[in-house]
């Protein structure tokens, strides 16, 4: 069993920044960040192969947002500049102990441990 336990979030005016952080407590192959806003589906942002290495950015946060992670033993983190009330959501920490080939990054099925969701609000 792997916990992820997520931090940072919260309520920001459009164009500020916040930090989340997603700590593990056990070996994971590759981690992302998914969010839900209310009505739409979860949507994967941003995502790290365990340790550093190659990085994902969806296009909507590209140039915004950076996902990193120093070592495996390190917490991840997602830096979110440039905030707008688009990116209005609960984000998810997730994470996949096994393989997973790059065309299934994106599915949120594929995961096998998430956090527990932590809240963004940006108002306008």
């Known amino acids: 069993q792997v916990q992820l336990v997520e931090s940072g979030g919260g309520s920001v005016q459009a164009g500020g920044s916040l930090t989340l952080s997603c700590a593990a407590s056990g070996y994971t192959y590759y981690m992302g960040w998914f969010r839900q806003a209310p009505g739409k589906e979860r949507e994967r942002v941003a995502g790290?192969?365990?340790?550093?290495?190659?990085?994902y950015y969806a296009d909507s946060v590209k140039g915004r947002f950076t996902i990193s992670q120093d070592d495996a033993k390190n917490p991840m983190f997602l830096h979110m500049n440039s905030l707008k009330p688009e990116d209005t959501a609960m984000y998810y920490c997730?994470?996949?102990?096994?393989?997973?080939?790059?065309?299934?990054?994106?599915?949120?099925?594929?995961?096998?441990?998430w956090g527990q969701g932590i809240q963004v609000t940006v108002s306008s």
């Open positions: 997730a994470a996949s102990t096994a393989f997973l080939p790059t065309t299934r990054q994106g599915l949120a099925a594929e995961y096998n441990y």
């Open positions: 790290i192969y365990t340790g550093g290495g190659s990085r």
